[in-house]
């Protein structure tokens, strides 16, 4: 029996390891689980932890409104000398490249305690970004000594970097067992759908208005490396946008980084609930935001993981940064580099929503991120092989 502890924060990291919470809490016979959330955020990851029934064992809380990357590190790393000094787990797992991940591996390498990293190896080689996440996961992925990366071009990275191969396992991304599990999950269950209705409609935004065949341009975005004159710059193109297509819904789920509302009323004003065809809501949670997802007709994000999960829905994605460490979807033709530049936002959008033959062509569903069995595999290595737990 081993003792596993899985150390997360903010919402991508919880969508993430919420299946592998699951699928290594099913495992009893080889297994221990034990769950650290930090709470780097806290709405927003408590709507995860809900949607997937887990209850943290331990919750650092450390979230403060105005808190700046030297207070989640410095609090991640004091908090998590407590938890592993009391738990002492055999392993501790980390996902992907945020302030907790980094700063929870740094904390178990102090107590000696091996580190694996999910998600590991994805770079864009550019540590300002994203920023600071390349760093992130780069120092993580220094720590860790088992490596569970989500492609093959992941793996690749890790062995150019001199790790060795038999720590690194191909899984596929976890993000597509969430997804599928969610996906499913509205398919099967009507009464679900109905109430997923009444969520959006509760959030201000009414589906049926897409009933006739109206468009819906999906919007998210929150990366600090473009907070200032790059938010700026997204929101007064998604203005244009909402004026030159009135006929055009377009639905921006606000992250609730006060950095990324703050343009947002610069550019639209302080009042953001009567604005015609756009609208401002609060951060969905994850099974309403999957099913507008599905519902929309391309995405215009700065998000890692919708990156990944819109490709799998067959939507568009447009990609408010100018790098990104998940160039497989560039390279299938479905996700598309904008940065923040107001022209390349208005033509790229304008162009996919009037011509039709481009749409087609970069609407074709593609999954190079996985195939919703990421965990299992993980699971399997966690208890078959010996170097990993020895
Ligand atoms: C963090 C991660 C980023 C990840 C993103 C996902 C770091 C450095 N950043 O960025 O890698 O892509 O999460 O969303 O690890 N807030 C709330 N409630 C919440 C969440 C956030 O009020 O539930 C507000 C708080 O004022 C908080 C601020 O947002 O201080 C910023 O949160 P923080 O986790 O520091 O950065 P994110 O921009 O969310
Ligand atoms: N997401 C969500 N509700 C929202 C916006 C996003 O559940 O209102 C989900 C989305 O499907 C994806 C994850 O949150 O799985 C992405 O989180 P975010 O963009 O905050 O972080 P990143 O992936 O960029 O680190």
Same mark, same amino acid.
């Given at each position: 029996?081993?003792?596993?502890?899985?150390?997360?924060?903010?919402?991508?990291?919880?969508?993430?390891?919420?299946?592998?919470?699951?699928?290594? +809490?099913?495992?009893?016979?080889?297994?221990?689980?034990?769950?650290?959330?930090?709470? +780097?955020?806290?709405?927003?990851?408590?709507?995860?932890?809900? #949607?997937?029934?887990?209850?943290? %064992?331990?919750?650092?809380?450390?979230?403060?409104?105005?808190?700046?990357?030297?207070?989640?590190? $410095?609090?991640?790393?004091?908090?998590?000398?407590?938890?592993?000094?009391?738990?002492?787990?055999?392993?501790?797992?980390?996902?992907?490249?945020?302030?907790?991940?980094?700063?929870? $591996?740094?904390? $178990?390498?102090?107590?000696?305690?091996?580190?694996?990293?999910?998600?590991?190896?994805?770079?864009?080689?550019?540590?300002?970004?994203?920023?600071?996440?390349?760093?992130?996961?780069?120092?993580?992925?220094?720590?860790?000594?088992?490596?569970?990366?989500?492609?093959?071009?992941?793996?690749?990275?890790?062995?150019?970097?001199?790790?060795?191969?038999?720590?690194?396992?191909?899984?596929?991304?976890?993000? #597509?067992?969430?997804?599928?599990?969610?996906? %499913?999950? #509205?398919? +099967?269950?009507?009464?679900?759908?109905?109430?997923?209705?009444?969520?959006?409609?509760q959030a201000r935004y009414n589906i049926h208005r897409l009933d006739a065949g109206k468009k819906l341009v999906l919007i998210t975005g929150h990366r600090r490396e473009n907070f200032g004159d790059g938010f700026i710059s997204m929101c007064k193109a998604i203005k244009t946008l909402t004026e030159k297509y009135p006929d055009v819904d377009f639905v921006y789920p606000m992250h609730l980084n006060p950095n990324v509302r703050k343009p947002i009323y610069e550019v639209f004003g302080e009042d953001l609930s009567n604005?015609? %065809?756009?609208?401002?809501?609060?951060?969905l949670e994850y099974l309403s935001f999957v099913y507008l997802m599905e519902k929309s007709t391309l995405v215009l994000t700065d998000s890692g993981g919708i990156q990944e999960e819109a490709p799998g829905l067959g939507k568009p994605v447009l990609v408010m940064r100018d790098t990104t460490e998940r160039p497989e979807a560039l390279e299938a033709g479905t996700v598309k580099l904008v940065g923040t530049d107001y022209d390349k936002i208005v033509h790229e959008v304008s162009r996919l929503l009037e011509d039709d033959i481009y749409y087609e062509n970069m609407s074709k569903a593609v999954n190079p991120y996985g195939d919703g069995l990421a965990c299992k595999r993980i699971v399997e290595e966690l208890r078959v092989n010996d170097s990993c737990l020895s």
């Open positions: 029996m081993k003792k596993i502890m899985l150390v997360f924060g903010t919402r991508p990291e919880a969508i993430k390891m919420a299946p592998l919470v699951k699928a290594l +809490q099913k495992d009893t016979e080889h297994f221990e689980t034990i769950v650290c959330v930090t709470g +780097q955020h806290r709405e927003m990851l408590d709507q995860v932890l809900d #949607i997937f029934d887990i209850k943290p %064992n331990y919750d650092l809380n450390i979230m403060k409104q105005g808190q700046d990357l030297y207070d989640v590190t $410095a609090k991640v790393l004091i908090g998590m000398r407590d938890v592993l000094k009391e738990c002492h787990p055999d392993i501790v797992l980390v996902h992907g490249d945020t302030t907790t991940s980094m700063a929870a $591996a740094l904390a $178990a390498f102090y107590q000696q305690i091996p580190v694996g990293h999910v998600e590991a190896g994805l770079r864009t080689h550019n540590i300002y970004s994203p920023w600071p996440e390349e760093i992130n996961r780069q120092l993580t992925g220094r720590i860790a000594t088992y490596h569970f990366a989500p492609t093959p071009l992941s793996k690749k990275n890790l062995l150019a970097e001199g790790v060795d191969e038999k720590h690194i396992f191909v899984t596929g991304n976890s993000v #597509i067992d969430a997804l599928y599990w969610v996906v %499913n999950k #509205i398919q +099967q269950d009507k009464k679900l759908q109905t109430e997923l209705v009444g969520i959006l409609y604005l015609g %065809n756009m609208f401002f809501i609060e951060p």
